[in-house]
């Protein structure tokens, strides 16, 4: 009985010890990984001191090479768009249509198809045959007088421009053919064109006194092809409308070697209009609004490209001017309008002046032009 009590003692004992070293171990086990969460979060503390020093000493380098490409307005921004002005708005030209006759749409053309036909003898002299000739140009067929000197040739060429005759007046060499046939017993050959609506030039219109400008233009090249013509330029002679129309052929083409212009109406084709105006009125009558399409005041711009005075300097070759101080068709002005403009121009002009003398020149006065014209062209053209 007495061992029986002892035994159960002592099993009571061994359970009591193991509950309690069960209990101790169970309050002991979390500290190892209490220690441990300590130990690694005051390393963690720790770190950033570390961690701040590096950033430190490395700062400055880091930041200048890495600051331009990270900054948000040098990268992240878009780029400002580039206001790219509009273009112009065109100008337009109301008046393009009648480009082709300015001194400029004149400068732009091929002149010169075709040939020059004998189409009869008008009358043979001692001195030179006088020939009524005809030539394509602008779709018309034009004729005018060529007076070729006795002898093989080659002569030298004079193309001379009439000036203003009434359609109904005028005839073949009218207002050419006292100074032809002076040029051609010198040895000149020269061809005097009637131009168009004249004798027996087809009609046409010459819209702002261009169209006579054209017809000249058109004969200077099948005038070098002549087999009697000396090869080379032409000279070129114009009185009165046929001076203006001269002057502006001068300025135009680059075959004329000199030029005579005599009394010429005015260089300035609006000055000009309303010359024409106040003749057309004196006789009771109107310009013609089909060649004057377009009036200066509507078109002021055109009818300075249509003037040969600001193309002057186009005009290289020597000219020689002529006028009758006692004019009563032509003031000064218009002439030296034009000598003046070719002395701005450094060009190589000479101006002859004849005291008291009408339109056109008489007498003694005259002998001394016509002696002139030929030293002139015998100068330049041989």
């Known amino acids: 009985m007495k061992t029986t009590l002892y035994l159960m003692l ?18 002991a086990a979390p500290a190892a990984p209490i220690a441990q969460a300590s130990s690694l979060a005051s390393s963690m503390q720790a770190a950033p001191s570390a961690s701040s020093t590096i950033e430190a000493t490395t700062q400055p380098t880091m930041t200048a090479t890495a600051t331009p490409t ?99 007046v005028y005839k073949t060499g009218s207002g050419t053919k006292l100074a032809a046939d002076y040029l051609a017993s010198r040895g000149f050959l020269t061809l005097s064109p009637d131009l168009r609506s004249h004798a027996e030039s087809d009609d046409a219109p010459n819209l702002f006194r261009a169209g006579h400008v054209i017809d000249v233009l058109n004969l200077i090249p099948l005038t070098q092809r002549l087999p009697e013509a000396r090869p080379g330029k032409v000279g070129l002679w114009g009185h009165s409308n046929g001076g203006a129309i001269a002057a502006k052929v001068m300025v135009v083409s680059d075959q004329v070697g000199a030029t005579l212009i005599y009394a010429p109406a005015s260089l300035t084709i609006a000055e000009d209009y309303q010359f024409r105006v106040e003749r057309a009125a004196a006789r009771g009558a109107q310009i013609d609004p089909v060649e004057w399409p377009v009036k200066p005041d ?74 002139r014209m030929v030293e002139f062209f015998g100068q330049h053209l041989r």
């Open 70 to 168: 990270s900054s948000p307005s040098a990268t992240a921004a878009p780029p400002t768009p580039s206001m790219t002005p509009a273009p112009p708005t065109p100008t337009v030209d109301p008046f393009a249509q009648y480009s082709p006759l300015t001194i400029e749409g004149l400068r732009a053309r091929d002149y010169g198809e075709g040939m020059i036909e004998i189409v009869r003898t008008m009358e043979e002299l001692p001195t030179f045959t006088r020939y009524l000739f005809a030539y394509r140009g602008d779709g018309l067929r034009l004729t005018g007088m060529l007076n070729r000197p006795k002898g093989s040739g080659p002569f030298p060429v004079v193309i001379l421009v009439h000036g203003y005759y009434p359609l109904d």
């Open 10 to 27: 002592i099993a009571l004992l061994v359970i009591t010890g193991c509950a309690q070293e069960s209990q101790q171990a169970a309050s």
């Open 298 to 371: 509507e078109g002021a711009e055109l009818y300075q490209r249509l003037s040969p005075l600001p193309y002057l300097e186009y005009a290289n070759m020597p000219i020689q001017i002529h006028w009758g101080a006692g004019d009563e068709v032509v003031p000064r002005k218009w002439p030296e309008d034009l000598y003046k403009g070719l002395i701005a121009e450094g060009k190589q002009v000479e101006w002859f002046e004849y005291p008291e003398q009408p339109h056109s020149l008489t007498g003694q006065a005259n002998q001394r032009y016509l002696q």
